[in-house]
T-cell receptor
């Protein structure tokens, strides 16, 4: 089983739609969780951290379910500029020297 | 504050040639990483460093060597390039939670 698994998509949605991405991780000792965004032919950039209580940043909401080892990202009122690949990321302290483990990403395409 | 920079941005090599990719960061980060990204494969860790003078193997280290002689620089070497090393290479540095990536190097080996 891969350490971090995501549905690769693509998710094709109209502007204004709400879309949700899911991610599962295999290491129950994982301690920190993130969503990164990667635009086409660009480097990944941190979108938001994911906290146990869930957190929101504008139109973006991240949730963590430790019991199910599951992370989600919800995007409301999608914009054309949200088109990108979203990477689920897990940080394992004390494991592989604190390396971030990246999922392969979920591609989102928002259409007019 | 330039963040993470990579040199060169593009390169075409012939099979068997060697080259060095340079990564530099000005954030005084301890951790630095080299990844490759191929279509459908996601980011794969090649080598990483937890501090000046230290390096360690990642998921796909074969065919690559690295050095971290100075804290701000992390070099990735290809001694004898192969077509399978055609990829986009990303360097990154990290302190605490956030990992910062360089803009990438697009390498083609013919």
């Amino acid at each position: 089983r891969k350490e971090v698994e995501q549905d690769p998509g693509p998710f094709n949605v109209p502007e204004g739609a709400t879309v949700a991405f899911n991610c599962t991780y295999s290491n129950s000792a994982s301690q920190s969780f993130f969503w990164y965004r990667q635009d086409c032919r660009k480097e990944p950039k941190l979108l938001m951290s994911v906290y146990s209580s869930g957190n929101e940043d504008g139109r973006f909401t991240a949730q963590l379910n430790r019991a199910s080892q599951y992370i989600s990202l919800l995007i409301r009122d999608s914009k054309l500029s949200d088109s990108a690949t979203y990477l689920c990321v897990v940080l394992n302290y004390g494991g592989s020297q604190g390396n971030l483990i990246f999922g392969k990403g979920t591609k989102l395409s928002v259409k007019p | 504050n330039a963040g993470v920079t990579q040199t060169p941005k593009f390169r075409v090599l012939k099979t068997g040639q060697s080259m060095t990719l340079l990564c530099a960061q000005d954030m005084n980060h301890e951790y630095m990483y080299w990844y490759r990204q191929d279509p459908g494969m996601g980011l794969r860790l090649i080598h990483y460093s937890v501090g000046e003078g230290t390096t360690a193997k990642g998921e796909v280290p074969d065919g690559y060597n690295v050095s971290r002689l100075k804290k701000q620089n992390f070099l990735l070497g290809l001694e004898s390039a192969a077509p399978s090393q055609t990829s986009v290479y990303f360097c990154a540095s990290r302190q605490d939670h956030e990992q910062y990536f360089g803009p990438g190097t697009r390498l083609t080996v013919t």
